[in-house]
């Protein structure tokens, strides 16, 4: 029995081999490339171990779910720590306690709970605060870039930036991979002067082949923990539990009905990763849909994408590991700023669909005004636990105001007493599946249907929930469970 399971996924695997599989695993290196590049050169991740782990967490995952599940960076920790020039210390403490809470919320199925009761308005802002952070870390690096050219900068100024941005644009709506040639081009110039041009002087150390193996082992200080995860983690909690866990989900059921992911799976996986891989300074990573959705687009219709994204960074991180560190530091500015930049507008431009689904203009102004408040504070004080927590003020307060505190109690009450049917009602987050969906097809053209589907769970649009729980039962200052970013 085991055997003949075994000879049928590996027939699967075989005949999902294509040039399609391997286009869609490039989908999501817009987003992991720069964050793990910027994180790497300042020392707050350990490039073994991220390549080490990510690589396994790839091939690990796609065989448990068997759909392209991508392994992207926690990016409103990345943006925090980038920002705030955390420790690698304070960097994993956050990843350890996001990664604890999601793990346990999914063993105890209760993940719903925290979709269900956090204000729409506090998650976009933070979406939009920390791609407004990544933006700042961007303009921190090419700030100081000459434009004019000569011998000692032909590989990094206001050139190359101009230049890499207008490329990105022409490509932005086509399923070129931006990301990756930008890349090489870059990896190219950062070799013709370790190598060639600036050889003796550079002062680094080459990359090394042999065999590199995760040899770090972090041990955050109780004050560390306190400043990564109040400082990083907190506000990273939600977008984790929605995106990475919920619309994930979601997400999988539409384009894969065959090869449903229960939300505990999901976040189980998610804790999983980092409870282990943190300890030895890898990056926090967790799903996402946006990651599926990029990797789809670009070709991936089964595990085979990210089986092939997973080996070639085990083989990287075995072959290499941190001696790349080195050859990175003279990776340059120009490029790695607007990787860096386009990063930050995606993620911040999934704050535009915080009022999808909501007709009630003072509501509308509500949301509005509670994500502002959330991205001012976040990047005022490069902190998505204070930027949190005064979105969640911000929506208490106004929410009281809308509504009077009589109205506003009887309606916390009624939420509360209803916590025991969002509990139990786990498929509430659900979509419907669509009809004529076969995710074994070994056509690899792109369904615009689909992808009509996918733009909308990455906008955050509305879909047909087969949800029971109205959105009257729901506290007055949370968004309701048919919001999906």
Not at 135 to 163: E, F, M, Q, R
Not at 221 to 246: D, K, W
Request: net charge neutral.
């Amino acid at each position: 029995m085991i055997t003949d399971r075994f000879k049928e996924r590996a027939k699967r695997i075989k005949s999902n081999l294509t040039l399609h599989e391997l286009s869609g695993s490039l989908g999501d290196l817009g987003t992991l490339l720069p964050i793990m590049i910027s994180l790497a050169v300042s020392g707050q991740i350990n490039l073994t171990s991220t390549l080490w782990f990510g690589g396994i967490y790839n091939i690990f995952t796609g065989l448990l779910f068997q759909v392209p599940m991508c392994v992207q960076p926690m990016k409103a920790i990345a943006a925090t720590v980038l920002s705030s020039n955390m420790t690698i210390e304070e960097n994993m403490s956050a990843g350890l306690g996001v990664s604890a809470i999601v793990f346990f919320l999914g063993a105890t199925r209760t993940i719903h709970l925290v979709g269900a009761y956090t204000p729409v308005g506090a998650i976009r802002g933070i979406q939009l605060g920390a791609g407004i952070s990544l933006i700042k870390k961007a303009h921190d690096l090419v700030k100081d870039l000459p434009w004019k050219i000569n011998a000692d900068n032909w590989s990094d100024n206001n050139t190359w930036v101009l230049l890499s941005f207008i490329f990105v644009i022409i490509c932005y709506r086509t399923r070129i991979p931006s990301a990756l040639i930008l890349f090489i081009i870059g990896l190219i110039f950062a070799l013709i002067r370790m190598f060639g041009t600036e050889r003796d002087t550079l002062g680094l150390s080459w990359p090394i082949a042999g065999g590199h193996y995760p040899d770090t082992v972090i041990r955050p200080t109780p004050e560390q923990f306190r400043t990564g995860f109040g400082g990083a983690g907190i506000g990273q909690l939600p977008l984790t539990c929605l995106n990475s866990v919920i619309a994930l989900s979601a997400l999988i059921d539409d384009l894969f009905p065959n090869y449903h992911a229960d939300t505990a799976s999901i976040s189980m996986s998610v804790g999983g990763m980092n409870l282990i891989g943190c300890w030895f300074g890898s990056m926090p990573f967790c799903h996402g849909s946006g990651g599926l959705a990029g990797q789809y687009r670009f070709g991936a219709r089964s595990e085979v994408s990210i089986i092939i994204l997973g080996l070639g960074k085990l083989l990287l991180g075995i072959v290499f590991g941190s001696s790349l560190v080195g050859l990175l530091q003279v990776f340059p500015n120009s490029i790695l700023g607007v990787m860096l930049f386009i990063s930050g507008v995606e993620l911040a431009s999934a704050a535009r669909a915080i009022n999808n689904g909501v007709s009630d203009e003072v509501k509308q102004k509500e949301n509005w005004t509670v994500m502002l408040v959330t991205m001012a504070a976040l990047v005022a004080y490069s902190n998505d636990g204070i930027g949190f927590l005064a979105g969640l003020v911000t929506a208490l307060i106004l929410a009281v105001e809308r509504l009077g505190i009589r109205k506003w109690f009887e309606e916390f009450i009624r939420a509360l007493k209803d916590l025991p049917h969002k509990w139990k009602n786990q498929e509430a987050f659900q979509y419907n599946k669509p009809c004529n969906a076969n995710p074994d097809l070994k056509t690899h053209d792109l369904d615009e249907r689909r992808l009509s589907d996918e733009e909308s769970l990455e906008n955050g649009q509305q879909k047909n929930l087969n949800s029971t729980t109205s959105p009257s039962s729901l506290p007055p200052t949370t968004a309701t469970t048919h919001s999906v970013p």
